[in-house]
Each structure stands twice: as structure tokens, then as C-alpha cells.
């Protein structure tokens, strides 16, 4: 694999999908996108499917929003990788109430992992409980 390009949209999605299509004009047998978060996810995949090419390129998203959700189930996203925001927060909380206690050998770095959704496994519930919810 060869990266071609790296931009930053600084969290605008209407500079991503810019940026974007400028990355496929100018690399046209490109295979794939990953937006590495929220806003560059939802760029490169209006890019992507304004350009006609949903399919054809591959777009991960990271963060299970509901448009990239949406954009999962029409197929220009390939795949959604969602964090665990409830693991998250919880070994925040155990974290800090350990430090608060004296503990003193907890990590530094701790993984609370994510959840790959695909169109194959996005109707499972057992998937489907990492997708955001707004409310």
C-alpha cells in the first residue's frame, strides 16, 4: 500500500469533501480513504459519492455517527470504526478513583478498543450498540 496524500480539514467536512476530491482528480486509480474522525469521514464520503465512486473506492470513517451510519448501509463506506465511549469513561472514573486512593502502578496507556461495523454486522445488536446517539 502507498499513502498518497495526508490533509488535515481541520474539523470542517465541506473542506474534507474538498480536499478529497482533489486527492481522487488527481490520484483517479486510488482504492481507498480513511477519515480519521467525524468530520473528515463525512467529507470523503460526499467526495466519494458525489464523485460516483462509492464502491469503488473504499472509505473506512472512524466514529459511528448517524450519517456515516447512513453511509454504511448505502455502501460508500465500507466500514465504521466505532470507539466504546461507555469503557471509555468508566476506566476514567476507576482510573482517577485509584489515583485519588494512592494507587500508584496504574498504566500510562490503556486501549478500550473499538468496534469495526460493517454492512454485514450493522443489524446485529450486539454492533449496532456503538453507534452514536445523540439525546
Known amino acids: 500500500m502507498t499513502i498518497v496524500d495526508e490533509q488535515y480539514c481541520l474539523d470542517d467536512p465541506v473542506l474534507a469533501a474538498q480536499q478529497t476530491a482533489a486527492v481522487l482528480e488527481a490520484h483517479p486509480n486510488l482504492k481507498g480513504v480513511f477519515g480519521v ?13 458525489n464523485a460516483g465512486l462509492a464502491g469503488t473506492v473504499q472509505v473506512a470513517a472512524w466514529d459511528a ?32 478513583m485509584a489515583d485519588h486512593n494512592g494507587v500508584t502502578s496504574i498504566p500510562k496507556h490503556v486501549t478500550t478498543g473499538f468496534q469495526v461495523i460493517t454492512q454485514e454486522n450493522m443489524d446485529d445488536p450486539e454492533v ?8
Open 37 to 49: 474522525n467525524v468530520f473528515s469521514a463525512e467529507g470523503a464520503g460526499n467526495a466519494v459519492e
Open 65 to 96: 455517527t448517524d450519517f456515516a451510519i447512513e453511509l454504511l448501509g448505502r455502501g460508500t463506506v465500507t466500514m465504521v470504526l466505532a470507539q466504546k465511549p461507555f469503557d471509555m469513561g468508566y476506566m476514567g472514573v476507576a482510573f482517577a
Open 128 to 135: 449496532a450498540k456503538y453507534f452514536y446517539k445523540v439525546g
